[in-house]
Nanobody
Framework: DVQLQASGGGLVQAGGSLRLSCAAS????????IGWFRQAPGKEREGISC????????YYAESVKGRFTISSDNAKNTWYLQMHSLKPEDTAVYYC???????????????????????WGQGTQVTVSG
C-alpha cells in the first residue's frame, strides 16, 4: 500500500522557519506529482506548492512565493517544504499529496486538480505565533 507521512510541523514565532517532510512508502511510480496543501480552521483548502517528475518547474501559490521552497530526495522517496519568514496567517494543517495517474505539467494547485491527487498524507500542524 502507498502511504504518505507528513511531518515537521510545530509551533514557531513569526519570522521563523520550519521544514516539512513528506515520506512515501510503497511508492514505485516513475511519473508523479507531489503537492503541498494547507487548510486553516474555517477556511478552504489551499494548494501552495507542487512539483512533478515530468516538469522541471516548481510552482507556488502567490501567498507563499518567495518564502517557501519545495524539494525532493528521490532516493528516499521524500519531499520537503522549506518554509521561511513564517506569518501567523500560515497557521494551518499542512498536507502532502500525490498524483500518480494522468500527470500533467503545470501548477496543479487549483481545486480542479484536487481529484487527481490519489494519495494524501495525514497532515501536520503548523502554528505561527504573532
Amino acid at each position: 500500500d502507498v502511504q504518505l507521512q507528513a511531518s515537521g510541523g510545530g509551533l514557531v514565532q513569526a519570522g521563523g522557519s520550519l521544514r516539512l517532510s513528506c515520506a512515501a512508502s510503497g511508492f514505485t511510480f516513475d511519473d508523479f506529482a507531489i503537492g503541498w496543501f494547507r487548510q486553516a480552521p474555517g477556511k478552504e483548502r489551499e494548494g501552495i506548492s507542487c512539483m512533478s517528475s515530468s516538469d522541471r518547474n516548481v510552482y507556488y501559490a502567490e501567498s507563499v512565493k518567495g518564502r517557501f521552497t519545495i524539494s525532493s530526495d528521490n532516493a528516499k522517496n521524500t519531499w520537503y517544504l522549506q518554509m521561511h519568514s513564517l506569518k501567523p496567517e500560515d497557521t494551518a494543517v499542512y498536507y502532502c499529496a500525490a498524483i500518480v495517474d494522468k500527470v500533467v505539467a503545470g501548477p496543479l494547485l487549483g481545486p480542479k486538480y484536487w481529484p487527481l491527487y490519489k494519495y494524501w498524507g495525514q497532515g501536520t500542524q503548523v502554528t505561527v505565533s504573532g
